[in-house]
């Protein structure tokens, strides 16, 4: 009886649904990126990042959030399916995802950087080749509606990068 109580229910709520909405929860795909791991070794992960930076003269883009996090997953899908933000990533910066969240918070960690936690998440830490701090960016600074805006980001990116700290590119004559 029970069996064929829910099947009856199951026919009801499905007949409520229309056709565009049945092709459109089959055919949607389901985000299953894991970008954080909550039991990483984030120091030692870090530490290798800059060593990385260091020797391919970049910077460290720290994105810190976590998995929980919907704006942390849409700024990952965003600058990775964008050829012109990818490409600024990948010139400049080694990434690295920081995991916050209740299975690891990394206290320690974002202590060491000011606590950058207070800004929400996701947030960004730029570190230069030799681990020293140079920027927290809030991501707020980044959305527009209800995504990121493509010059915002690319402009972060490219404030950011090595070449733009650098003093030669100063130098006046």
């Not at 960004?124 to 927290?136: A, P, Q, V």
Request: proline share 3%.
């Amino acid at each position: 009886m029970k069996k064929g109580l829910f099947v009856f229910l199951l026919l009801i709520g499905f007949s409520s649904i229309t056709n565009a909405q049945a092709v459109a929860l089959v055919s949607k795909p389901v985000d299953t990126v894991k970008l954080y791991t909550p039991n990483a070794d984030a120091v030692k992960e870090i530490a290798m990042a800059v060593k990385e930076a260091k020797k391919a003269n970049k910077h460290v883009l720290i994105q810190a959030g976590g998995n929980w996090c919907s704006w942390c997953l849409l700024f990952n899908k965003t600058t990775t399916n964008d050829k012109q933000m990818d490409s600024a990533i990948h010139a400049n910066y080694i990434v690295y995802h920081l995991n916050y969240s209740q299975e690891n918070k990394n206290d320690a960690v974002f202590a060491s950087y000011g606590y950058a936690q207070r800004f929400g998440f996701p947030v960004f830490l730029i570190l230069d080749g030799s681990g020293k701090l140079l920027h927290t960016q809030n991501s707020s600074y980044l959305e527009e509606g209800k995504g990121y805006n493509k010059r915002k980001v690319i402009d972060f990116f490219n404030d950011w990068r090595p070449g733009a700290l650098d003093p030669k590119n100063y130098a006046t004559k």
